[in-house]
């Protein structure tokens, strides 16, 4: 197996056919065609609802069709609720404070 390094001809000519595969993707990823498709492509866990407004909000309004869908959640991402402790209650009578007589 040879491992020399190639020659400066070879190296030009692998640089170029790289470049060229790289535009290729890039410029392909950038058409409208592409970038719309790609928005409405439909994940697995999608559901679709369809939802009418009542009437009495707002007379007139139409029909909607709502897309729910999953997405996948950070595990290093910092919770976004806090946990608050309760204290416990007892049923015992509070303890009692021993103090020396009022004068």
């Not at 400066?8 to 000519?13: A, L, T």
């Not at 719309?36 to 029909?63: C, I, N, W």
């Amino acid at each position: 197996m040879d491992l020399s390094r190639p020659n400066d001809k070879d190296r030009q000519k692998n640089m170029r056919e790289t470049a060229e595969k790289l535009n290729m993707i890039v410029k392909r990823q950038n058409e409208p065609a592409f970038l719309a498709s790609s928005a409405h492509k439909k994940q697995e866990g999608d559901h679709f609802l369809r939802y009418t407004p009542q009437s009495s909000v707002r007379p007139g309004e139409m029909e909607r069709i709502i897309q729910i869908s999953t997405h996948q959640v950070d595990p290093l991402e910092p919770p976004k609720h806090k946990h608050k402790k309760v204290p416990t209650t007892s049923n015992e009578p509070p303890p009692v404070i021993l103090r020396s007589p009022p004068r």
